[in-house]
């Protein structure tokens, strides 16, 4: 659709965010907990942390969550009873909004959406997808380990969201990017003012500080190089840089239960684990942590990008923030672009 442009005072973002909540939306935002700052239910505006940065764990759990059924069953007498999860998964409510993340996140959402619709459509995915509703806000500074630039992307990013707001004087400079945003904050216009496009301010852009093109030029022939396995001797294999990270994937299903009653379960899981890729036989092809993070390296810069020509990664630097052994992603991919 065509891009529309809004400015809003502060006031009425407010009164905007408040009057979803009213309409019956889980409306989840940045959030203090626990003395950081997660993703979470908000009850009303104030509750949102709009000044920070990142919340520490990105949103993938809306999309993805760390544990779900998958389906249920259950026998009586010769009778079948079967409840899907998706079911279980929303009772009621689908409504979803997710608001005052940053562009890096907002990007995660179509580039996750490319692999569970490669060879099979998720469709617990795409539900959950469809019934998300992105409204991002501009970074106005990064940190060290930030490099989003880096990743075709930019503070500004539009990629992925629905609405992006731009914070000015005590107002919003509010882009409407898809039917999706439109359609939530059309019962909501008398809160907005519509301005041409020459009325927003202008993008800004951080330096990049390497080419993520060289990284991949350098994954593409240097499987075996000694990089791999001198830079990871730190890591510890715990997989908290996977499952804080917006884009990493992976998953087990296991099936709990007996004769009479039971589930099928899909968890998270992480190619760190040594166990991830273990055979029954007790062979593991990813001997060594080296051997694991190049598989990270590879499927973020080089397999994913031939498969869908973009990258697995967003730049939001939450696997090195994250890291308790300060392995840094922007430094690694840095250090393969000048290696090349
Ligand atoms: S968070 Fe750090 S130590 Fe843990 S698996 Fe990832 S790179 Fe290794
Ligand atoms: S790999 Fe690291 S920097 Fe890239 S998206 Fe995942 S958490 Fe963010």
Redesign the pocket.
Known sequence: MQEKYFETEAENLQKFVDSLIADNFDVIAPKDKDGDVFYGKIDKFIDANLSILLPKV?YKEYLLPKTETLFEYSLSGTDVNIKDGLDMYYGENKKRVIFGGRP?DAA?GPIMEKVFNWDYKDEFFNERFKNLTIISMACEKPDN?C?CTE?QLSPESSYGSDILLKRGDNMYYVSVLSEKGLSLITPHLSLFKEISRDRMPAGKDWKKVFEIGKTKSFLDKNFEHNYFQDRFLSCIGCGI?TY?????HCFDIQDEGNLKEGRRIRNWDSCQFAIFTLHTSGHNPRVTQGDRYRQ?LMH?FKIYNEKFNKY?????????RNCPEDID??EIAGDLAGLI
């Open positions: 990105s890096c995660s380990y490099f990743m840089c804080t990270c917006p884009t990493c990270r973020k697995l990664c967003v730049g939001c630097g939450r696997c090195s992603i922007k």
